[in-house]
């Protein structure tokens, strides 16, 4: 398989310490079942699933035990066979509350089927191959979390032209991509025959940061089966490339029109993990019931890669991990950039965590009230090309339409804005305020809309 | 296992990285770049290069203390960037001029131009170049007023006048360029910094290697003083080309006056320049033009503080129409 590097430039981006050398090396061991696994319903983007099962009631593992409740949802299968005891709200890893189903695991980990789906799944018609990754409940596993049966079904006058399989992995610290694409990248390469089944005619582009080179050099290897236009691209290693909307233009040069989708611009992104749960779907009739992610950071003993199954407590990988080394002082669910800092160790697994990072305690607080120099780091960081300090500016006045029309709704969140202002001042926090607000105000237009006679 | 209180973990919004620098760090740089400059006027101006650097840089962080003080704000002056204000105002100034001036202008700079617009993010102006200005137009005679360079242990001073100072004088006496201005400056004299001039901008190769400093740990970007150098030099080659007789040859625009200095310590103070990539360079392209314009045309022998004080108060200006293209958007949306 040949390699080419990526062929565009995006503007912006930061370039922090990888820190990814800790884990990078270490193969994903599996991490033991847990007594009790905690599976939320709001796992993927949309409405929560609803549930199958009530306390009680006896599952075995890939059995399902929450359904899709809507186009945009997704299915749920039991982690493990057990008992269920709970069915209810609880604080999740994403900080907000939602059906979550407890499940005491009996040990035997006995599966609710044995048997592989019947028939050369290669004969199928494109609609049934996407109705068996609805019914594994696979979701974006690279962090977003959308339902990929909606993804993989676009609206009629959409053609999806190039298939990007995104193998970027640049949140610092994360190796668990990594350690995926070097360990199962032919489970991944499946994925990508099943979705060139999907997408007839689809050219395929495998990108991998250049800080990889053994997975980008494992899955040019394995790809050699493939047919059709397909090519390894080497990215560039800088943050936020692995972000859709910058991965997409590094490799195909064109802009996602502003609040459009990838279809857009006739691309489909998916993430390496995502690609190889499809395969596992299609092909083995596997359900989405485990995940590879990366404990890690300072203040943990013994930093690893995990395969562990959806619904393990955090509790457990950290113990799994040799329990802290020294205070904690924050517990980051996901990369450095973009993870969710955790209140306690009531969070679990869910199929987009990709890593735990473990930190000790800062001497400075990580940000101040200080005002903005208008150095313009975080215009020259921001991939969108949007003015974070402006906008940071007028987010604390609350001047809501000047935030939209500096276009905020734009913001994806990344953090190269506040990781760069030497002001330390809190950007993302006052861009998420500012398009909260600005979100506010266009409903308001719409009812002042439907209140006025037409 | 022994699992730490959650209670006293630290919860706040993404990232949780970030890039190790602050203000005062870039401060600190920026001070540290203005060292080979400020030794430069010692060897050539001696104890008045100490005495007046002493006297802005003392009077600054004081003043910054007492107006934040008074306004019951955070004190903040450890983020250097009054210390900075009074070194950078110093090394504008003549090297003879009395001390109660020179801290005159410094109070100007720091209360006025800077603590009275909110401090430290607010100001509108380049603090030291509001108190040099104040200074220029307040006491014109003694800040017009040069000594010659001399070397330790420094011989009484002599007074005479700036290389632009004699160039202007002389076209307007006797439209002729002055006899032997070549031969009195010489390209190397101006490079060492063995001219008459304000203490911090006589000596080229100092504030070049302050410059180089400055850029390669990132504290400034090269487009304001590249494309302020840059016009400086296209504009001068211009005229230099129309007429030689009556214009300085572009690397004596270059190298005279506080061209270097500007460009590189003052037209990229991060507070009162725009923080677009586009709009640094109109910025800097502005400034050279200024600069050229009052050289050419105007009453003062020299420019560069008028010029990046009026580009600051374009500025705001700027920075609402040097925006670059939202990523996703097509080219012709409207600016806000």
Redesign the interface.
Same mark, same amino acid.
């Given at each position: 398989m040949n390699i080419i590097s990526a062929l565009f430039s995006n503007?912006g981006g $930061?370039h922090?310490d990888d820190a990814k050398k800790t884990t990078a090396a270490l193969p994903s061991v599996v991490a033991p079942i847990p007594p009790l696994l905690a599976v939320s319903l709001a796992q993927h983007l949309g409405a929560p699933s609803k549930t199958l099962v009530k306390k009680g009631d006896t599952v075995l593992r890939g059995q399902p035990i929450a359904d899709s409740a809507g186009f945009v949802s997704a299915r749920v299968h039991a982690p493990t066979s057990g008992k269920i005891v709970s069915v209810g709200l609880r604080m999740t890893a994403s900080g907000r509350t939602a059906p979550v189903i407890e499940i005491e695991s009996d040990g035997q980990d006995q599966p609710f089927t044995t048997e592989p789906p019947a028939g050369d799944w290669t004969t199928l018609p494109p609609r049934e191959l996407i109705e068996r990754i609805h019914q594994a409940g696979i979701i974006g596993m690279g962090g977003a979390g959308f339902p990929t049966q909606v993804k993989l079904s676009p609206p009629p006058g959409k053609t999806i032209q190039t298939l990007i399989l995104n193998g970027a992995e640049c949140e610092?610290f994360l190796t668990a991509d990594h350690r995926l694409m070097v360990e199962q990248a032919e489970a991944i390469i499946a994925g990508i025959r099943v979705l060139q089944h999907i997408f007839k005619d689809a050219r395929v582009r495998i990108a991998v940061e250049d800080n990889k080179p053994d997975a980008l050099a494992a899955l040019a290897q394995a790809a050699d089966i493939l047919t059709g236009d397909v090519q390894m691209v080497r990215l560039r290693t800088a943050y936020p490339q692995g972000a859709e909307?910058q991965l997409i233009?590094s490799i195909t040069g064109r802009?996602?029109?502003?609040?459009?989708l990838p279809m857009d611009v006739q691309t489909l992104v998916e993430n390496v993990a995502t690609v190889q749960a499809i395969g596992d779907a299609v092909i083995r009739g596997f359900p989405l019931i485990e995940r590879v992610l990366t404990v890690t950071g300072p203040a943990i003993t013994q930093p690893r890669n995990i395969r562990a199954r959806i619904g393990t407590p955090f509790?457990d990988l950290? =113990?799994f991990c040799g329990?802290?080394r020294g205070?904690?002082?924050?517990?980051?669910c996901g990369g450095?950039?973009?993870?969710?800092?955790?209140?306690? !160790?009531a969070g679990a697994v869910t199929k987009t965590t990709s890593g735990l !990072?473990v !930190?000790p305690?800062?001497r400075e607080a990580? @940000?101040s009230s200080?005002?903005? $120099? %208008?150095?313009?780091r975080c215009? *020259?960081a921001c991939?969108? /090309?949007? &003015?974070p300090?402006?906008l940071s500016e007028t987010s604390e006045a609350e001047q809501d339409t000047?935030a939209e *029309? &500096?276009?905020v709704m +734009?913001c994806i969140?990344c953090?190269c804005c =506040?990781?760069?202002?030497?002001?330390?001042r809190?950007l993302?926090?006052h861009m998420?305020r500012a398009k909260a607000r600005v979100q506010i105000l266009r409903k308001q237009r719409e009812a002042q809309k439907k209140k006025q006679p037409v | 296992?022994?699992?730490?209180p =959650?209670s006293?973990?630290? $919860?706040?919004?993404?990232?949780?990285? /970030?890039?190790n +620098?602050?203000?005062s760090?870039?401060m600190g740089r920026v001070l540290i770049a203005l060292i080979p400059a400020l030794g430069a006027a010692v060897w050539f101006f001696g104890w008045n290069a100490l005495r007046l650097t002493l006297a802005c840089t003392v009077t600054c962080v004081l003043a910054e203390w007492a107006s934040r003080t008074l306004m019951k704000r955070d004190r903040?002056i450890n *983020?250097l960037s009054a210390a900075v204000t009074g070194v950078l105002l110093a090394l504008n100034l003549p090297p003879q001029l009395p001390t109660w001036m020179a801290v005159l202008g410094s109070l100007v700079a720091i209360v006025i131009a800077k603590q009275l617009y909110?401090?430290?993010?607010?100001n509108l102006f380049n603090p030291a170049l509001i108190g040099r200005t104040f200074l220029l137009v307040s006491f014109p005679v003694a800040m017009t007023t040069w000594m010659a360079p001399s070397v330790f242990p420094w011989a009484d001073a002599i007074t005479t006048a700036t290389p632009l100072g004699i160039w202007k004088t002389a076209l307007n006496a006797t439209q002729h360029a002055p006899p032997d201005f070549f031969q009195q400056f010489s390209v190397s004299d101006l490079l060492t910094g063995n001219r008459p001039g304000c203490l911090g901008e006589t000596c080229s190769l100092g504030l070049l290697l302050g410059a180089a400093y400055l850029l390669i740990t990132r504290c400034i970007?090269w487009h304001i003083p590249f494309s302020m150098l840059f016009t400086i030099a296209l504009g001068a080659t211009i005229l230099y080309k129309m007429d030689p007789t009556q214009n300085l040859p572009p690397h004596y625009q270059l190298l005279t006056g506080g061209v270097l200095l500007g460009a590189f310590f003052m037209a990229t103070d991060?507070?009162?320049?725009?923080?677009? /990539?586009p709009g640094?360079i109109l910025f800097g392209i502005g400034c050279g033009l200024i600069t050229l314009v009052i050289r050419k045309w105007g009453g003062y022998p020299e420019g560069v503080s008028f010029s990046i004080l009026i580009m600051n108060s374009l500025t705001p200006l700027i920075?609402r129409l040097a /925006? %670059?293209?939202? @990523?996703?958007?097509a080219p012709q949306s409207k600016p806000?």
């Open positions: 503007s $930061i922090p610092p909307k233009y802009e996602v029109p502003s609040g459009g509790s950290i =113990a329990g802290p205070p904690i002082g924050r517990l980051i450095p950039l973009m993870g969710i800092a955790q209140s306690g !160790l !990072l !930190l305690p800062e990580p @940000f200080m005002p903005c $120099i %208008s150095c313009g215009v *020259d991939p969108i /090309r949007l &003015l300090c402006t000047a *029309d &500096l276009k +734009d969140e953090g =506040a990781y760069v202002c030497p002001a330390r809190p993302v926090q998420r | 296992m022994n699992m730490p =959650a006293e973990w630290l $919860i706040n919004s993404s990232p949780h990285v /970030r890039a +620098d602050s203000v760090r870039i903040g *983020d909110g401090g430290i993010g607010y970007t991060m507070v009162t320049t725009p923080v677009t /990539r640094m920075n /925006r %670059s293209r939202v @990523f996703g958007h806000a």
